[in-house]
């Protein structure tokens, strides 16, 4: 398997545009993340998906923020209008499922810069 | 509000020593404990966990102590290689205790960096 596969691997846009991040997790994981990685916060969970249905979103900092899992093997992460302090490195993540102390295996990300 | 914590930004070691990152947590109610490290440009990769139930989990040069009674637990290294050089982050989640057993919560990361 390729892992966990995210595109594009650098965003740059203008502020107030709309951003969408899209992940592919590994065959066969039932479990989907969406992290944020800042200096100030480190890594922090937006929201996590369990055979497609978002199960915590508690994480998501805004209504400007929105993640969909339309089938098992593909999740977007959208922001509509994007900011400047939505700038970060957003890692998708996704668990097998059935084992519960496992690890969840990451994407390489995708540096979003908004100017 | 920070459950996990790291409060060493950074750590420099010199090559064939012992490294040790350290990591503190709030939360009591965690019960699995996993170290990740990142390479630049790269997402995380696990490294080695630790449930809840033991004391001790050692892979390799690796090793892992959980002090449940102090909420600590460290990552052993020895000995360091320069190809360790790496930000590291110790991450939890309530494993055996329902809920959200698949969410994990990180550090802010240590950066370790090993001098040849």
């Known amino acids: 398997d390729a892992g966990v596969i995210q595109s594009p691997r650098h965003e740059v846009t203008e502020m107030g545009q709309e951003v969408t991040l899209r992940c592919k997790p590994i065959?066969?994981?039932?479990?989907l993340f969406w992290y944020r990685q800042t200096m100030m916060r480190g890594l922090e969970l937006l929201i996590y998906?369990?055979?497609?249905?978002?199960?915590?979103d508690s994480g998501m900092p805004e209504d400007r923020f929105s993640a969909k899992m339309p089938n098992a093997s593909f999740s977007t992460l959208k922001i509509q209008p994007s900011e400047p302090r939505d700038s970060a490195v957003y890692f998708c993540?996704?668990?097998?499922?059935?084992?519960?102390?496992?690890?969840?295996?990451f994407g390489q990300g995708t540096r979003l810069t908004v100017v | 509000d920070q459950q996990v914590k790291q409060n060493s930004p950074s750590l420099s070691v010199q090559e064939g020593r012992i490294s040790i990152l350290n990591c503190d947590y709030t939360?009591?109610?965690?019960?699995?404990f996993l170290w990740y490290k990142k390479y630049p440009a790269e997402g995380p990769t696990f490294l080695i966990s630790?449930?809840?139930?033991?004391d001790k989990n050692e892979d390799g040069r690796f090793t892992v102590f959980l002090n449940k009674s102090a909420k600590h637990l460290s990552l052993h290294i020895v000995p360091s290689q320069p190809g360790d050089s790496a930000v590291y982050f110790c991450?939890?989640?309530?494993?055996?205790?329902?809920?959200?057993?698949?969410?994990?919560?990180f550090g802010k990361g240590t950066l370790l960096t090993v001098n040849p």
């Open positions: 065959s066969g994981h039932d479990y």
């Open positions: 630790i449930s809840s139930i033991k």
């Open positions: 939360n009591s109610m965690f019960d699995y």
């Open positions: 991450a939890a989640k309530r494993g055996y205790s329902g809920g959200s057993n698949y969410k994990l919560t």
């Open positions: 993540a996704s668990s097998p499922r059935g084992q519960m102390n496992t690890e969840a295996f």
């Open positions: 998906f369990n055979n497609n249905v978002p199960i915590d």
